[in-house]
């Protein structure tokens, strides 16, 4: 039998400007996949980029994904797969309001999950 494991890397948490994750340190697991779901829409877009480490202190973009595209105008959620990782991930992203001034500063709520299998 394969082992899984889901994490919940974000319950919900707003987002405005540059953030990464919690470091999530999976070394056993062969694959994982990363889902992301806008859960209070905001107009705007958040660029999402899978990072790797190898001591969950150093990181660098994984070099064979591209960057992800969430539009967070309304509610939808995006999700990919991560091979051939090393030990530690997490994501760094940046989050854009269509029009600051019209969302009094706040950005998306996002909810992430983490699910990998050996």
Sequence with gaps: MR???TAVLERGAEFTGEFATEPYELPWAAEARFFVRVIDPIPGTVTLTTQLSPDGL???DAEHLAAVELDTTGVGMVTWRVREFGG??????????????GTDGRGPRLRIHLVAKE
């Design 3 to 5: 082992h899984a494991q």
């Design 58 to 60: 150093n990181w660098i």
């Design 88 to 101: 530690w991930l997490r994501l760094r992203g940046v989050a854009r309001p269509a029009d600051a001034a």
